[in-house]
């Protein structure tokens, strides 16, 4: 790799990665890159393109019956880059999540939306 450093990828925890890959696939156009036991225990699922994914965790048991379920590990949100806004807010609004903060800055636009894990997603395209 040379230049400027990219994200390769976010590792997060969520109740069920196969149903939030497919919800991220839906809305982003994305694959699974790889789904199989965690060398943790539990699941994970990779989803994303053939540069970048986000890996998607459940541990063994519900992550809402860990001693603490509060444990948030800093996540603010994820941000996804994408060449046209208007084809992604309507598989968002498609999958009946309700997109917020929409705001056009520069150098372009963004908005957010939660999924079914609290996850907040900010989806940004610059204006080229």
């Known amino acids: 790799?040379?230049?400027?450093?990219v994200?390769?990828?976010?590792?997060?925890?969520?109740?069920d990665?196969?149903?939030?890959?497919?919800l991220l696939s839906r809305i982003f156009g994305w694959h699974v890159r790889w789904a199989g036991p965690s060398?943790?225990?539990?699941?994970?699922?990779h989803v994303g393109t053939d540069t970048s994914?986000?890996?998607?965790?459940a541990?063994?048991?519900?992550?809402?019956?860990?001693?603490?379920?509060?444990?948030?590990?800093?996540l603010q949100h994820l941000g996804v880059l994408v060449d046209d806004l208007d084809p992604?807010?309507?598989n968002v609004r498609a999958e009946g999540i309700?997109?917020?903060?929409?705001?056009?800055?520069d150098p372009g636009r963004r908005f957010y939306f939660l999924d079914h894990d609290g996850i907040e997603f900010e989806v940004v395209a610059y204006d080229r």
């Open 1 to 5: 790799m040379s230049g400027q450093p």
């Open 7 to 15: 994200l390769e990828h976010a590792n997060v925890t969520v109740a």
């Open 17 to 22: 990665p196969d149903e939030s890959a497919a």
């Open 39 to 45: 060398a943790m225990g539990g699941r994970t699922v």
């Open 53 to 57: 994914y986000v890996a998607l965790y």
């Open 59 to 74: 541990p063994p048991e519900d992550p809402a019956a860990r001693a603490d379920p509060d444990r948030v590990a800093g």
């Open 88 to 90: 992604i807010e309507r």
């Open 98 to 105: 309700e997109p917020y903060s929409f705001m056009t800055y």
